[in-house]
């Protein structure tokens, strides 16, 4: 008696279960699948134009280009919405159509690459260039390297003697010119 | 007093140059990112195909499934046109377009092609069908072919001779039918 009751109790539950998820799928279930298909909104239609640029107009994005061209791409979008497409597919649609050139972010690969790569690479370059610079400028006048190599002291005394020497004798000459 | 001359020797050894290949290599990057950008450039100032160049071939993929290359049409004198169904000076020209091509046809000397500019294709369907137009028209995939021949619009219009060479182009539509005839005649003759 025990074990059938047991044994009802887990039907019980499991027939609960199972309606509870049935009910909620009957929730969730997109909208693609209901019965009248929903069209797409305006939202939903600039959300995937604003990714992207018609050849014609460029560096006007999709969603605010005024011109019939572009008018006739969003319209394609949403007709491509309503059949359910997801947004990758109506991105790589206009790629096959148009080229890669309709996208706001270039795919990376072949020579794409470059602009991703270059942008972080200079502003790295940068960073570092400057720190050198301000390694530099930081650094005490006694503890740089001296560049080039410092005449002797002996050197230095002989060559102001014979600098003074020489004003000496130009003074000299002068104050004569000036007597005579 | 001079500078012990072994001793300047001692200090020219101790920093011999060292070969820095990261500046090398840094200026071998900026070499090659500025030669891009000039080949860049250069492409992009090259103009329009000039009359007298080979023509660039392509292959039409049309709307109705056939696929067209210019290669097996040597010998025939050939008529590009690039348009779109939402370029209304496309429309000044349709019907005189079309008239041409009904002139011509039945000589099979002279093959006309349409080659539509970022289009829908529902709307570039309904464009061929509002002006009765029957000549082959496709879709420039991924806009190879205005590309190929460096188009800087709609309507634009391209005639190739027998010898495969760009013999006239046409920027913006044409007035009328006896101005297409007019460019078509002489190149029949050659």
């Given amino acids: ?180 | 007093m001079t500078s012990d001359p072994a001793e300047t020797t001692n200090l020219t050894q101790a920093t011999p140059p060292r070969f820095r290949w990261g500046r090398i290599l840094a200026w071998l990057g900026l070499a090659v990112l500025l030669a891009m950008l000039a080949m860049g450039l250069v492409n992009t100032q090259r103009g329009p195909v000039l009359v007298g160049q080979d023509a660039p071939d392509f292959v039409l993929s049309t709307f109705d499934g056939q696929e067209i290359d210019t290669q097996d049409l040597q010998g025939k004198v050939i008529v590009v046109n690039f348009w779109a169904s939402w370029c209304k000076p496309c429309e000044q020209e349709a019907a005189d377009l079309e008239a041409a091509w009904q002139d011509y046809a039945p000589g099979q000397q002279v093959v006309f092609l349409g080659v539509d500019y970022v289009d829908t294709e529902p709307e570039a369907l309904g464009y061929l069908q509002k002006f009765n137009i029957t000549y082959p028209n496709g879709p420039d995939l991924r806009t190879r072919i205005s590309q190929a021949y460096r188009t800087s619009g709609v309507p634009e219009t391209y005639f190739i001779d027998r010898q495969g060479k760009l013999a006239y182009v046409q920027i913006g539509p044409f007035r009328s039918l006896a101005q297409i005839k007019g460019i078509i005649e002489p190149l029949l003759a050659q």
């Fill in chain 1, 1 to 180: 008696m025990k074990m059938r009751s047991i044994l009802v109790f887990f039907q019980v539950m499991t027939l609960l279960f199972l309606s509870t998820n049935l009910v909620m799928a009957a929730e969730n279930t997109p909208w693609q699948q209901d019965s009248v298909p929903r069209l797409p909104t305006d939202d939903e239609v600039n959300a995937v134009a604003k990714q992207l640029y018609c050849p014609v107009c460029e560096n006007i994005p999709l969603d605010v280009c005024p011109t019939l061209a572009c008018e006739q791409w969003r319209g394609l979008i949403r007709e491509k919405l309503a059949a359910g497409w997801d947004e990758e597919q109506i991105k790589t649609y206009f790629v096959n159509q148009y080229g890669d050139r309709v996208l706001a972010t270039p795919p990376a690969r072949g020579l794409n690459w470059l602009v991703y790569i270059i942008p972080p690479l200079a502003i790295l370059a940068g960073v570092y260039f400057l720190y050198r610079a301000f390694s530099a400028w930081k650094k005490p006048a006694d503890q740089l390297e001296p560049e080039v190599q410092a005449p002797a002291a002996g050197a230095a005394d002989e060559y102001a003697a014979r600098f003074e020497e020489e004003l000496r004798k130009r003074q000299a000459n002068t104050f004569k010119k000036g007597e005579s």
